[in-house]
């Protein structure tokens, strides 16, 4: 299993209006395309020297084939909307996990 993260600070203008946006369509967007089996919202309980507030958004995958093909396929539509509705006040990282064991 792959976990696609994404880790975003969001500044504090934008919070509630990105943080309904992001519950209510963008993650659900994601999982529409078909290509993730869940998805998880976690708040990031470290407070940033440059202020804001961040969240990890957690997608899970069975491989890295299907990864690959939602970065081809979908990413850059949902990337955009993001960056045309939040701009510079949004800062997004990803990371891709792979998923040894749970316990």
Do not use: C
Request: net charge negative.
């Amino acid at each position: 299993m792959i976990i696609y993260n994404v880790t975003i600070n969001i500044h504090e203008s934008v919070h509630d209006q990105w943080l309904a946006w992001m519950q209510d369509k963008h993650i659900k967007d994601v999982l529409a395309t078909g290509k993730f089996s869940s998805a998880r919202m976690v708040k990031v309980l470290i407070e940033e020297e440059m202020g804001g507030t961040t969240y990890s958004i957690q997608y899970t995958t069975e491989n890295k084939a299907t990864l690959e093909q939602y970065y081809l396929e979908d990413a850059p539509r949902l990337r955009d909307e993001g960056l045309a509705l939040f701009g510079d006040k949004m800062l997004a990282f990803r990371t891709e996990l792979e998923l040894i064991s749970e316990y």
